[in-house]
């Protein structure tokens, strides 16, 4: 059956790999499965039939036959579960990669959408100066954390995980801010994230669409 997902026909972010399609087209890359790409604008995301798809209107949603998925850790863990490449096969390896993918989604990344938020949708308002460092202040212990765990080695845990996957789209949100730079052990790690075949046929994709004429 054919997988199908959604994405923004012109992403916000003008196809740098932000948009949240990215993670799903990585994860796809990587387990050698074909799919399609419908693309949606900003107006269809509150149409019945996305919202059918997705009851929040958002990107993406994943479709293969009569299964319908959304939230991208719930669709990259479907992928990993069902094919080889992105989980080990032991299987308390395999429950720590787990615990990672919720640790991107839950711990790092709601205080970095926050930074999102405030450099971007609350920049102009007159509080932005004061409140901007105060949203930084709260990710830097996490980023501290992050870094003390993941050390020298090459991924969080073993080999390359789903985990590793979702942790480095999530960091991948930080580098318009700089603050990456402040953490050379993580910004090397999201480096080896962006360097490998999957993602950068992930990226093309999604940069081809957000760039055509």
């Not at 419908?38 to 949603?61: C, D, M, N, S, Y």
């Amino acid at each position: 059956m054919t997988i199908t997902i959604t994405a923004f026909d012109r992403s916000p972010d003008g196809g740098k790999g932000l948009a949240r399609d990215t993670r799903v087209r990585w994860a796809l890359e990587e387990v050698g499965q074909p799919y399609d790409v419908r693309l949606v604008g900003f107006p269809e995301l509150k149409q019945p039939a996305h919202l059918a798809l997705h009851p929040f209107g958002q990107i993406p949603t994943y479709e293969e036959g009569d299964l319908a998925l959304f939230e991208t850790g719930a669709i990259v863990f479907h992928l990993a579960e069902r094919f080889a490449g992105l989980l080990p096969a032991d299987a308390d390896a395999r429950a720590r990669a787990i615990s990672w993918m919720f640790a991107a989604v839950n711990t790092m990344e709601p205080p970095i959408l926050d930074l999102t938020t405030a450099r971007i949708f609350e920049g102009d308002k007159p509080w932005a100066a004061e409140r901007l460092p105060l949203v930084q202040a709260r990710i830097r212990p996490r980023l501290d954390q992050l870094a003390a765990r993941l050390g020298k080695a090459e991924w969080l845990d073993g080999d390359f995980s789903a985990g590793d996957l979702m942790m480095v789209s999530v960091l991948l949100r930080l580098r318009p801010s700089g603050m990456l730079d402040d953490y050379p052990t993580l910004a090397a790690y999201v480096a080896r994230g962006e360097a490998r075949p999957a993602y950068q046929r992930a990226f093309a994709d999604q940069l081809a669409v957000n760039t055509r004429a």
